[in-house]
């Protein structure tokens, strides 16, 4: 009887699913997909799959693009019985979203296995994230960053923290269960400002050590806990560059991946052209120092292997388009020459 019913559900809500937008649908079956385990094993058997090596994605240069291939299941079977593997991988896989046409994607990290077979039996290589999003096409650069912090999340927590017991993961990827305990335990995200300031006319951008030669950018740090976006922000500037925030207002937002899965919550603050005087925390940053209009935009322009100059030093250059810090350099550009 529950059979039964769970059936005529199924179909129940597939009907209501067709009368709403292609969004709405596809939300809906995604979410059906994380809380139906029968429903997303099946779905597995007609996914697509990206494949990862150790966190990192596996890419196929054709000419000078950069191409993320989606495989179907067959495929990757079909390449684990060459590498003489029985083990159940696809299970191991984890949901990351559906096309318009309710194909789901999922991700699946090979780490394990031999890399240079892959490569060979699939003519590409598994490339350092943050290398790959800046190269591939921005529809597959989400789902590139969301899929690698998912299985960095499932790989590190294997373990339920309350009983050291091992927790399982259901088939969509979107919880873990400690069957000892009786513990859920759900992916999650650390917040993150990330804050272009400006005293009117100029804009601060600054670099840490371990920046690329010549990169600035905008300041940035975690939330604290309690924190609200407001406070965060008045606070990196106040500490990092020791300059007291007036008023902010909110851009945008974007995942991360980096070092971890983060939430990027990107803000413009102003502060007094009278007090903007920087007093830098060198045990954060390298360097931090305002920008004229003229010498952010020639930044913009400036490629990294542009940069370096004839006596050794390096002209600045900012972070590329996919990243939200360039997207706030361009918007205080446009509010400086509207």
Known sequence: MAAVYQALHRRVSSLVCRLHSTYVRKMRYLNQLKEDDS???????????YL?????????K????YLVPQLSAAEVTGI???LQEAEQWIEKSVLIGCSDEHRPRFALDLGALDKSVIESELQG?????????????????????????????HDSHQYCSKTGQPTQKNPAGSKRV???????????????????????????LARQPSFPPGMFTALS????MGENVEDAVRREVAEEVGLEVESLRYSASQHWPFPSSSLMIACHALVGAQRAEISMDTLELEEARWFGLEEVVEGLKREPSSSKQEDGRFLPWFPPKQAIAH???REWVQQQTA
């Open 39 to 49: 429903l997303c094993r099946q779905a597995q058997t007609s996914g697509t799959f």
């Open 52 to 60: 990862f090596h150790n966190l990192s994605p596996f890419l196929q």
């Open 62 to 65: 054709v000419g000078k693009k």
């Open 80 to 82: 684990l019985e060459k």
């Open 125 to 153: 290589s598994f490339t350092d994230l943050r290398k790959a999003l800046f190269v591939v096409d921005g529809e597959d650069s989400p789902l590139l960053a969301s899929a690698q912090s998912l299985l960095r999340w």
């Open 178 to 204: 400690c069957q000892a305990s009786g513990v859920t335990y759900y992916p999650q995200m650390s917040p993150v400002v990330i804050t272009l300031v400006s005293d009117g006319s100029r804009c601060l």
């Open 221 to 224: 740090g975690f939330c604290d």
């Open 327 to 329: 997207q706030l350099i």
